[in-house]
């Protein structure tokens, strides 16, 4: 096995992990969406390591996917639209009847536009009909159980700046990186006051 293969199921066993259990005792697929680097992997290695790795250990019982998207950035780690059709569509049917529950964690706004309008499109209803959305992950937590499974920290970082700043939950406040934490007038130009001219 090259390196290059090596490096990249290992980064892809920290993407994708089976790890612990829900509160209805169900195995977990754990999806760290931000360490997914879309513009590295390829949609065709990626179906190959899922195939290969991950759904052999979920074909034979229920499972409920837990899919952490703090911090994703379209130009980064999203893979874009056609990409998870690809790999929607690539999940043997006795995979997909198996999936009990979705959590998605952190959505942004777009997000939640996105599912609301083509996710209805893209994934059949009943897989739809399993999304259920988690601001916090406080409220995870009534779902699945809290010790079974890894978080990593900046999402727990992530959960504790919401606390502070409620409003990016609904799109009125930005989390994108340049404008978190600036302050409200940034620019060099030097205010001007108007003068009367006699």
Not at 170 to 186: I, K, N, T
Request: proline share 6%; net charge neutral; glycine share 6%.
């Amino acid at each position: 096995m090259s390196s290059s293969h090596a490096s990249q199921s290992h980064q892809q066993h920290l993407i994708f992990k089976i790890q612990g259990r829900d509160k209805r005792g169900h195995k977990i697929l754990r999806i760290i969406g931000n360490f997914f680097p879309a513009r590295i992997v390829s949609v065709e290695v990626l179906k190959k390591y899922l195939e290969e790795k991950i759904y052999p250990r979920l074909e034979n019982e229920p499972f409920s996917v837990l899919y952490v998207h703090t911090d994703v950035q379209r130009s980064e780690n999203f893979p874009g639209i056609s990409a998870l059709r690809s790999i929607y569509d690539s999940i043997p049917i006795n995979v997909r009847q198996n999936i009990e529950a979705v959590y998605f964690v952190h959505p942004g706004l777009q997000s939640r536009l996105f599912l609301a309008t083509f996710g209805r499109l893209m994934f059949s209803g009943g897989f739809y009909g399993k999304l259920r959305y988690i601001n916090r992950l406080n409220f995870l937590w009534d779902h699945v159980r809290r010790n079974d499974i890894e978080i990593p920290d900046f999402v727990y970082d992530h959960d504790e700046d919401l606390e502070y700043r409620p409003m990016m939950d609904y799109g009125l406040e930005s989390d994108h990186p340049r404008v978190y934490g600036a302050p409200a007038v940034d620019s060099s130009v030097p205010m001007y006051s108007m003068r009367c001219i006699s």
